[in-house]
């Protein structure tokens, strides 16, 4: 048998981009596959490229119904098996300067990408435990370096940083390993989402604060363009994510993809004044 040998995993967010990439790759190595979707035509359209061991499951990380729901399905297949893996993928990204960036979508930033992550996990811990199972979480490497505009996005990214910490040692002592995966730039409909909704947000900024800001969105704007185009397949994420869970000492973290690493050694060896000064050269920021 694969490698999966038929051990049952949950993915939230597995519509598209890295959440259907890790699908689509764990159903091909033998894992059962539940993949989580907010719409049942997702979860079709899904099923149709994969096989009968993956199983499309409507789950929205921010409802607890929804999630009490998928965790009654998921134990009702795996029994007394347990589950051997959960992946923590569904987010967003909600972008644009912190002083323009309505509070209610920080909230749902936070609500999804980080208030969901645990919720999921708090519902399916029983089961992981159970199967002596894995958790990894989907994090990014703006949880370790924040960009100008991100702040929303790399402040729930810092924040699941903290969340695997603190789980890892909480969860050791039954055998559950957990890990954070910290892509880069990845080519999913993540840019597509954010980009529109960061013209969306500039669009009903007040016209003052657009144009005190005009000219760092036209820098970042310029340069989110350019790693959209360097950005590397979602399939190179799905196959860290099945090391994480199926490597008998796996990392503590994962960085994916060249640009991360880079960015993740700047913060290492750069003191932080001369870190910004470097980016607002290379971003060219108005300084």
């Not at 994916?256 to 690493?261: E, I, R, S, W, Y």
């Not at 910004?276 to 050269?281: A, S, T």
Request: glycine share 8%.
């Amino acid at each position: 048998m694969s490698i999966g040998q038929g051990r049952a995993v949950v993915i939230t967010g597995a519509s598209t981009g890295i959440g259907a990439a890790c699908a689509l790759h764990l159903d091909r190595s033998g894992f059962l596959v539940f993949a989580g979707v907010r719409k049942l035509q997702d979860g079709t359209e899904l099923q149709l490229r994969g096989s009968s061991q993956l199983i499309p499951l409507l789950l929205d990380v921010t409802d607890s119904e929804s999630i009490q729901e998928a965790q009654m399905i998921v134990a009702k297949h795996v029994k007394e098996a347990g589950l051997f893996g959960l992946i923590n993928n569904a987010g967003i990204a909600v972008v644009g300067p912190l002083e323009a960036v309505p509070i209610s979508e920080l909230r749902r930033q936070l609500e999804v990408n980080v208030i969901g992550q645990v919720a999921v996990t708090q519902v399916f811990l029983p089961l992981i435990r159970q199967a002596r199972g894995r958790i990894v979480n989907m994090g990014s490497i703006a949880g370790r370096a924040a960009l100008p505009l991100m702040g929303p996005y790399a402040a729930s990214k810092y924040a699941l940083e903290a969340i695997t910490d603190a789980l890892r040692l909480e969860v050791q002592q039954w055998g559950i390993r957990v890990t954070i995966v910290e892509p880069g730039a990845i080519a999913t409909p993540i840019w597509e989402k954010s980009g529109k909704e960061a013209s969306d947000l500039e669009a009903a900024t007040p016209v003052g604060l657009r144009t005190l800001y005009a000219a760092v969105i036209a820098a970042v704007r310029k340069i989110v363009q350019q790693a959209a185009e360097r950005a590397i397949p979602s399939d190179l994420v799905a196959k860290v994510v099945e090391e994480a869970l199926t490597a008998s000492r796996p990392k503590t973290r994962y960085l994916v993809g060249t640009d991360a690493k880079i960015r993740a050694l700047m913060v290492k060896l750069l003191p932080d004044r001369i870190s910004d000064r470097l980016l607002i050269r290379v971003l060219k920021l108005p300084h």
